[in-house]
């Protein structure tokens, strides 16, 4: 019998990334190639849904976010075994590309729910029901989308307290990274350069701040309001000194 705790990425860890050392070595160049997202017919039909859901550079950015999450697992934590062709590599390219679906215009502002809770119900609904996405094939099972959904809901729960899965794991170092530069030792910057090249970021952190900013006037309570300072992390990450600013 499969052990789905494994498979779909349920496996506990510490909320505390200190706790879970990387490997003793420093990471080396990843080549686009070995980063390229799944082709079952699940993650095809996501990948469609996303595109056609989020504007073009949230789309891009949840790309850069699968593929750092991949290249740091495999390098720097090959115990997760985020292998090509797993089916935990699927689940966590479904989590990449449907984290930020809450952000969408056509449905931030059309729920009073924080973005990361409505998103992971709706991919919770949609990668279980093909009719949902209107096209395409593959359902997840019952408890691969909960893994997905599970790390939707906690993707911007930053603390180091209690326990996260792994793929929620995978989604804070593939975020933070994008998103405020977070992690920068855990990959290497011509990784970074072929991510960008390949998913290009023009603008990012300005818009990413924009969509916080929003998230935030319309829903003063959101989730997002417990990280102190974001906007200004983000803002440092695209500004002169910052890890992607001559990316953005």
Not at 6 to 29: C, E, M, N, R, W
Not at 161 to 172: D, P
Request: proline letters at 6%; glycine letters at 8%.
């Amino acid at each position: 019998m499969a052990d789905t705790t494994k498979i779909y990425g349920f496996t506990a860890l510490p909320a505390d990334q200190s706790k879970v050392k990387p490997a003793g070595h420093k990471p080396q160049p990843v080549e686009i190639p070995s980063l390229q997202p799944p082709h079952t017919a699940l993650a095809t039909r996501v990948a469609a849904y996303a595109k056609s859901k989020l504007d073009a550079d949230t789309y891009r950015h949840s790309l850069r976010v699968y593929s750092y999450g991949c290249a740091i697992a495999r390098q720097m934590f090959p115990q997760f075994e985020v292998t090509p062709g797993s089916q935990l590599e699927e689940t966590w390219f479904l989590t990449a590309m449907l984290h930020d679906i809450g952000t969408s215009a056509e449905f931030l502002t059309s729920t009073r729910l924080s973005f990361e809770f409505w998103g992971a119900f709706h991919a919770l609904q949609l990668l279980q029901d093909p009719a949902i996405t209107g096209h395409g094939d593959g359902a997840a099972s019952r408890e691969q989308a909960e893994s997905v959904t599970e790390a939707i809901i906690r993707h911007q729960d930053i603390q180091d307290k209690g326990n996260i899965t792994l793929v929620t794991r995978l989604i804070h170092l593939g975020t933070l990274l994008d998103n405020i530069g977070a992690g920068a030792d855990l990959v290497h910057p011509q990784t970074i350069e072929n991510v960008v090249r390949e998913y290009p970021r023009p603008g990012w952190s300005g818009c990413f701040k924009k969509t916080v900013e929003k998230e935030k006037s319309v829903k003063p309570y959101a989730m997002v309001s417990r990280i102190e300072g974001f906007e200004e992390l983000i803002e440092k990450n695209g500004a002169e000194g910052g890890l992607m600013a001559k990316y953005d």
